[in-house]
């Protein structure tokens, strides 16, 4: 089973930018789908980014439209979630999950993941 590991969080002040890392073991990411998700306290887990094995959809969370991509590369089996203009309320643990698919399909159900890292913090001053 292919194993996940977060990198690339840290603390930033509000309008800067941190690329997160999705790196993966044991395993290739070919046909895999791959999301980022993040939790902060007191609130629920919620979907950022997701990419599907080709690279070909992408699909993002209103709340990062326009300052968050998600990319891939296949040559070093690594997902980058790259966030510019950070907001106080990106704050979070940021967790990367993969599942297998088919080209083209891009999934941002939490429960559709059965594959996760666990987790980089990422704290936004104000």
């Known amino acids: 089973q292919v194993q996940l590991v977060e990198s690339g969080g840290g603390l930033v002040q509000a309008g800067g930018s941190l690329r997160l890392s999705c790196a993966a073991s044991?395993?290739?990411?070919?046909?895999?789908?791959v999301g980022w998700f993040r939790q902060a306290p007191g609130k629920e887990r919620e979907s950022v980014a997701a990419i599907s094995w080709g690279a070909s959809t992408t699909s993002y969370a209103d709340s990062v439209k326009g300052r968050f991509t998600i990319s891939r590369d296949n040559a070093k089996n690594t997902v980058f979630l790259q966030m510019n203009s950070l907001k106080p309320e990106d704050t979070a643990v940021y967790r990367c999950?993969?599942?297998?698919?088919?080209?083209?399909?891009?999934?941002?159900?939490?429960?559709?993941?059965?594959?996760w890292g666990q987790g980089t913090q990422v704290t936004v001053s104000p």
């Open positions: 044991g395993r290739t990411l070919s046909n895999y789908a």
């Open positions: 999950a993969a599942v297998r698919s088919v080209a083209g399909v891009v999934i941002v159900d939490a429960a559709s993941y059965a594959r």
